[in-house]
């Protein structure tokens, strides 16, 4: 038996193939959401204008509650709505959890000092003098109330674009009253964000089909996406203008006209006043248990 040691050197993936792979994970998250939204559901029952609304207004409750209770109800409100919809919880909760509370909680961690919120040390980690310092109760209060508020807005937002197809949640964004080029903005980024991915896939694999010899350092994939940026750019602006044109053409003036018109009906409106009352209790409890 031969002994058991290190033979060979372990191979760093490519730098670019790991680039273009987190693209791919990207477009399969966009086409499930797409798919999603297909699915028989609460909300996507509901018309697209009255989830706006409901959002919105479960957003100022949120923003009023300073209670990390009232919060947490409503981030469980959130799971069960998710629930409800035929959305993977699984797939919710990290899809809120990974990004910005995470992102939130990190930037909160200051507040949670003593010397930033004074109070009552709860772990002491240093010594200023006879005085402690540390984490205080206060802070740690504040970057717990701040990260459930963040989490619960994020669930909101998500449940809500998971839901409603991108067409017609631009198309009532600008119903609602949101400024033609905000809505402008939002809908050519979103379709560029893939165009550019499709882009750069094509010029990698036809970089990499007049490949003799296999890379063994990033140096050369970095070489490559330095000399090709420029030219993306170039491209991208070029067909942003002929994409433009062809809108224009073909009778664009700014406003997206969705395929199907939308219908308030009655449901609708009892989701709406729902969603005003649940945002209303929402704030009463926060106020009762503040007392």
Known sequence: MLPCQRSGKRKKGSFVEKTLSGGADLLRQVVFS????????????????????????????????????????????????????SVP???????????????????????????????????????????????????LTSAL???????????LVVLVTLTTPWARLLGALRAVGVPRMFVLVIGMAYRYVFLLASSVTEMYESRKARTLRPERHDRAARRFVSSTAGALFAKSAYLSEEVHQAMVSRGYRGDPKPLRAFHFTRGDLVFTASALALAAAGVGCDRLIGR
């Not at 609304?53 to 799971?79: D, P, Q």
Request: net charge positive.
């Open 89 to 139: 919880v699984g797939f919710f909760v990290k899809r809120v959890w990974v990004f910005i509370p995470v992102f939130t909680l990190v930037i909160m961690v200051p507040a949670t000092l003593s010397v930033v919120t004074p109070g009552h040390v709860v772990v002491v980690l240093w010594h200023s003098g006879p005085k402690p310092e540390g984490l205080s109760s206060q802070g």
């Open 145 to 155: 109330l701040v990260t459930c508020r963040v989490a619960v807005s994020v669930s």
């Open 34 to 85: 797409d798919e999603v939204a297909g699915r028989p559901g609460l909300l996507q029952r509901a018309d697209p204008r009255a989830k706006l609304v409901g959002m919105l207004l479960l957003l100022v409750a949120a923003s009023l509650a300073h209670n990390v209770g009232t919060l947490a109800a409503m981030y469980l409100g959130t799971l069960a709505l998710a629930a409800a919809c």
